[in-house]
């Protein structure tokens, strides 16, 4: 036992080491020293049963506790949407609680180990009366289990190989087997792969091998003006075509997010042509999705000659049903353009949520937060919503502001006020003025 134990930790401290190096996020690993005797023996007490013979040679031969954690970042384009969450600790051992009405057979049967984010748990089935019991993972959402080791030793051993991910049930689903987790499965394989491409291969690397830099790209994302500048290199032609066929061949919407933004860091208007004919394929199934041919063309296109394209494209769309501040949000925020809050007058209503968003990210003059307060009601609380975001982020209009006027409108506001957040809102971009706003 001993031999393997440090088998385990040492390929957990490498992993961690491996994951912080490449950028992922990591928490200090947690490996305790042995536990004492009497140590045990209180939590064998406390418990009320003797601990597995396996458990009992982990704890006094080995660790007393163990917690490593890790996580992707955002942006990593992955097989599977994993994170790193493994451990256990003697004296947070305790019996589960399913969330039955009455104490259920099953909260005597298992042992719970460890406890995923989400209310999952690692637990050790004590039915089989075994040395090294086997290992389930429970879901707190449909109450089912999953095998993923006949003993715990197997279970750890194979967790570690896969890269200590767990603990929530979602993580374990695509290894499961018959056996507890697969290790050798297509799955695993491709898992295993991925994983260790992550821990090993970088930017020097893959800068000389445009394939490498492609995966290294899909890794860590391309807003590093490293990673650009490496791009640089190869003719945009042949980055186009590499990014188009990653669009291309991904299964959905959702899964060609990630390719249409490396598309846009390493070419930028070096691709409006492609961008162009996006447009130009009217009646034929959409490569991507509306957000994403509106976000290609903020970032691809002149302003003037992608704005009025998605502008047009939501006035259309308005013939046939009420236009959303979300749907108009997620189609111009990337525009950042002043010509978006004269559209929107036409158009933003009640519910407000999206209208807000879109005003402040707009490139508002002060004229404008003038003019929408002296508006409708609904015209109104966009203004000073917007506004608050703006405080929310040091965002500050542009041109000289009239606090004459601003003022006067934001008394009008306090006074027409009939909620509660309608006056702190007000009140908010007073303290934040001072004078100025009173």
């Known amino acids: 036992m001993r031999q393997q134990i440090e088998k385990w930790v040492s390929a957990w401290r490498a992993l961690i080491a491996d994951m912080d190096r490449q950028g992922a996020h990591t928490w200090p690993l947690i490996i305790a020293d042995p536990a004492q005797p009497w140590q045990v023996d209180e939590a064998e007490q406390r ?25 992707l970042p955002t ?3 992955e097989p599977f949407s994993l994170g790193g969450d493994i451990g256990w600790s003697l004296d947070s051992l305790e019996w589960p609680y399913f969330g ?40 707190h959402e449909t109450d089912e289990y999953i095998l993923l080791g006949h003993s715990f030793t197997a279970f750890v051993e194979r967790v570690t190989e896969l890269g200590c991910i767990g603990a929530e049930v979602w993580n374990y689903e695509p290894f499961a087997g018959a056996d507890g987790l697969d290790v050798h499965g297509e799955n695993a394989v491709r898992w295993k792969k991925w994983l260790q ?9 893959a800068a000389t091998d445009f394939a490498q830099l492609v995966e290294y790209a899909a890794l860590h994302g391309a807003d590093d003006e490293r990673v650009r500048k490496a791009f640089d290199q190869y003719d945009a032609k042949v980055v186009q075509q590499a990014w188009v066929a990653k669009i291309s061949q991904a299964p959905n919407f959702a899964a060609k997010e990630p390719w249409c933004q490396l598309l846009v ?6 691709a409006a042509n492609w961008v162009r004919s ?10 991507v999705s509306d957000v994403q041919r509106a976000y290609l063309s903020a970032v691809c296109l002149p302003k003037e000659e992608g704005l009025p394209l998605v502008l047009a494209e939501l006035d ?36 407000l949520e999206g209208w807000d968003k879109l005003f402040a990210v707009s490139a508002p003059e002060w004229h404008d937060l003038a003019h929408w307060l002296a508006g409708s009601e609904a015209q109104r609380q966009i203004a000073l919503m917007a506004w608050g975001r703006m405080l929310d982020k040091g965002d500050v209009p542009t041109g000289e502001p009239d606090w004459t006027k601003l003022g006067s409108l934001l008394d009008l506001a306090a006074e027409k006020a009939v909620l509660r957040k309608e006056r702190e809102r007000v009140e908010r971009i007073r303290a934040a003025y001072g004078e100025h706003a009173r």
């Not at 049963?49 to 704890?59: E, G, H, V, Y």
């Not at 491409?197 to 690397?205: A, N």
Request: with cysteine; glycine share 8%.
């Open 47 to 71: 418990l009320g049963i003797s601990l597995p013979l396996a458990l009992r040679r982990l704890f006094l031969e080995g660790t007393s506790e163990v917690q490593i954690y890790w996580s």
């Open 316 to 351: 259309n769309e308005a013939n046939s049903e009420t236009m959303s501040g979300y749907t108009a949000y997620g189609r111009l925020k990337h525009f950042r353009a002043r010509e978006v809050i004269a559209w929107m007058e036409a158009y933003a209503a009640y519910p």
């Open 265 to 270: 860091e390493t070419l930028g208007m070096k």
């Open 75 to 77: 942006r990593t384009v």
């Open 197 to 205: 491409t992550y821990r090993e291969l970088t930017l020097e690397t």
């Open 278 to 287: 996006l447009w130009e394929s009217a009646g034929q199934e959409k490569l």
């Open 100 to 139: 039955h009405d009455d104490e259920s057979a099953d909260e005597r049967q298992y042992l719970c180990f460890h406890v995923g984010g989400n209310g999952d748990m690692l637990l050790l089935d004590l039915r089989a009366c075994a040395d090294d019991p086997p290992v389930y993972a429970w879901g």
